[in-house]
């Protein structure tokens, strides 16, 4: 417990799924956090369950204005940002690069890509002016591997972009003290998987060194590990949570 007094969190994506098992994480390591989401009836919901250190902000991430609103609201309400939890994201539609039409491969990119670029960008001064921080953008095992079965070109593209630019923002803002990681979740029990595949991950369950699919906040505790002073050493990695799918 409270590995996390002290900073300013925003977590995107974050009425459900991960995103809500994070906001949960942060808040109980003493993090005071702020959740997006463009479902504003259940990230309000959330909000008002986790009390005086949660924030609702309904966000479109794929807007950069929407992105500065945001942090200026965050900056009003609890102080400097200091970690950004980079985890709004969609699947997209499993298709081949022969049938997925212009409109939905932009789609994908807009929210998984360039929402990460843009929450980068309005996060850098705040964190800069705090004296340093930890970016961690939620990437998946399709930004490692690719392979049959995968969604599409866009998500795929659009996670291996996401471990690209934590690269380089790594390197770019580290004398800045801003640490930038990726995770890359395999198989979690949420309700996007559950709409993707069968009740264990369309059989890939038996294939994974672990042998099972993963709760929510097994990714979380990876998610505190890289925002708290822990792994104060570690920046421009990227770090699977995936039972040994990539190991294989």
Known sequence: ???????????????????????????????????TDIDDSRGLKLADELGKNALFIKH????????????????????????????????????????????????VIAVN???????????????????????????SIAGLVAGVGCPSIAYVGSKFASRGM????????????IRVNSIHPGYIKTRMMEAATD????????NLALRRMAEADEVS?????LACDDSS???GVELPVDGGFTAA
């Open 1 to 35: 417990m409270g590995k996390l007094n002290g900073k300013v969190a925003i977590v995107t994506g974050a009425a459900q799924g991960m995103g809500a098992a994070h906001t949960r994480r942060l808040i109980s390591e003493g993090a005071k956090v702020i959740l």
């Open 60 to 107: 479109d991430v794929a807007s950069m204005a929407d992105w500065n609103r945001v942090v200026r609201e965050a900056e009003k309400a609890f102080g400097p940002v200091t970690v950004l939890v980079n985890n709004a994201g969609i699947l997209g539609p499993v298709k081949s690069i022969l049938d997925i039409t212009e409109e939905e491969y932009l789609k």
């Open 113 to 139: 890509q360039h929402s990460q670029f843009y929450g980068m960008k309005a996060v850098v001064p705040s964190m800069k002016a705090a004296g340093g921080g930890s970016i961690i953008n939620i990437s």
């Open 166 to 177: 934590t690269k380089q923002i790594a390197m770019e803002f580290g004398p800045d003290h």
């Open 199 to 206: 009740e264990d991950g369309g059989g890939i369950a038996s």
């Open 221 to 225: 505790k990876a998610v505190v590990f």
């Open 233 to 235: 050493y570690v920046t």
